[in-house]
């Protein structure tokens, strides 16, 4: 019978070299606070998240003029959209839902980053129910016009003489109660 020897090939111990500790950057996550050693691709070991520090971006030098946009108008029409919507106390989702558009589009317009088309302005006046002359206005203008409107109406006229009579508390607890009864709100005793 022929024996059989049972070879034991001989093991070979395969060692990673590693740099010392010493060598070693220690790093301190900023998203799980983990503390480990610098990693080859750069990412927590926990988390996955990039161990580098990001520097900020330089900021941008200041503008002593205006952007060109807002010398143009092209703010006017965002600004009067805006303050209409506020003052018909609208949210952008019903003036967009009145107009039949996305509400991104009007905050789109609100923020200069669009300017409407002429269709789209005969569409905004309408859903705000102005004319479309009073979006193409300058602010002081569409003020001054709404202010002689309101100082047209002889039931207001008549307050005014009495407000300013009233000190600053009573001007406040006063403008209060109008407000609260232009909301609709009743108040309870």
Not at 108 to 123: V, Y
Not at 148 to 170: G, K, R, W
Request: aromatic share 4%; charged share 25%; hydrophobic share 40%.
């Amino acid at each position: 019978m022929r024996s059989l020897l049972w070879v034991r090939p001989q093991l070979q111990l395969m060692a990673t070299m590693m740099a010392s500790v010493e060598q070693r950057e220690v790093l301190r996550c900023d998203h799980c606070s983990l503390v480990q050693f610098r990693t080859a691709n750069a990412l927590c070991r926990r988390c996955h998240k990039c161990l580098e520090v990001e520097l900020p971006a330089p900021e941008p030098a200041l503008e002593l003029v205006p952007a060109p946009s807002e010398q143009e108008g092209g703010i006017q029409v965002a600004t009067a959209v805006r303050d209409l919507r506020h003052v018909r106390n609208l949210s952008q989702r019903q003036l967009a839902a009145r107009m039949g558009v996305p509400r991104t589009y009007i905050s789109k317009i609100e923020n200069g980053k669009a300017m409407p088309t002429l269709s789209s302005l005969d569409r905004l006046a309408r859903a705000l129910k102005v004319d479309i002359a009073s979006l193409l206005r300058d602010a002081n203008t569409r003020h001054r016009d709404e202010t002689a409107v309101l100082t047209a109406d002889p039931f207001l006229a008549e307050i005014a003489a009495y407000t300013s009579q009233l000190d600053a508390v009573q001007r406040s607890i006063f403008l209060n109660h109008v407000r609260e009864l232009a909301a609709g709100r009743r108040r309870t005793a």
